[in-house]
Every structure is written in structure tokens, then in C-alpha cells.
């Protein structure tokens, strides 16, 4: 796909770095299924490069229909496995 490149533009968002205890990326569509019915959420300890640098077994995972938000669903996390798959 051949993209004009004077018709793109691109955010940056900045932010201050806090020491948190837990960090956490919620998708509003589930990326594994593509279940747009469903969120995703991982949490893990800390802060976030241990989510996003694709540790395998580090974060606890959930995946919650969006018409029921009271039974979350723990799920094995997709962290390793979708970050390796979309970053080939």
C-alpha cells in the first residue's frame, strides 16, 4: 500500500514516569480473537516494561464481555505470544 505521506500525521503523548506498583494495558477489542464484544486487560507488578517487553509468565490476564463486566475471565497472558506474532 503506497501511503502519501503528506496526508499522515502522528500523536506523541508524554507523560510523567511514576513508581507505581502495578501497570496494566486494557485493549477495548479482545486481539487475540478480535472480539470487539470483549476487553482485555493485562496487570502486571510494577511497572509497565514487564508488560510490554513480552516477558512470558509475568502478567495476569483477563478478558471480560462488555455486557457482563461482573465475571472477568483470568486467562493465561497473550503478552509473549501477540507480541511475538505482530512484531515478525
Known amino acids: 500500500m503506497k501511503l502519501d505521506h503528506d496526508y499522515l500525521s502522528m500523536a506523541v503523548l508524554v507523560q510523567e514516569i511514576v ?15 478480535g472480539d470487539s464484544s470483549e476487553i482485555y486487560a493485562e496487570v502486571v507488578k510494577g511497572l509497565g516494561e ?3 517487553g513480552a516477558y512470558p ?5 483477563f478478558i471480560c464481555k462488555k455486557d457482563d ?20
Do not use: C, E, Q
Not at 19 to 32: E, G, Q
Not at 57 to 61: E, V, Y
Open 57 to 61: 509468565g509475568r502478567a495476569m490476564s
Open 69 to 88: 463486566m461482573d465475571s472477568p475471565k483470568v486467562k493465561p497472558s497473550l503478552s509473549s505470544s501477540w507480541y511475538a506474532a505482530y512484531t515478525r
Open 50 to 52: 514487564t508488560l510490554v
Open 19 to 33: 513508581n507505581a506498583d502495578y501497570a496494566f494495558v486494557i485493549h477495548t477489542t479482545n486481539p487475540s480473537s
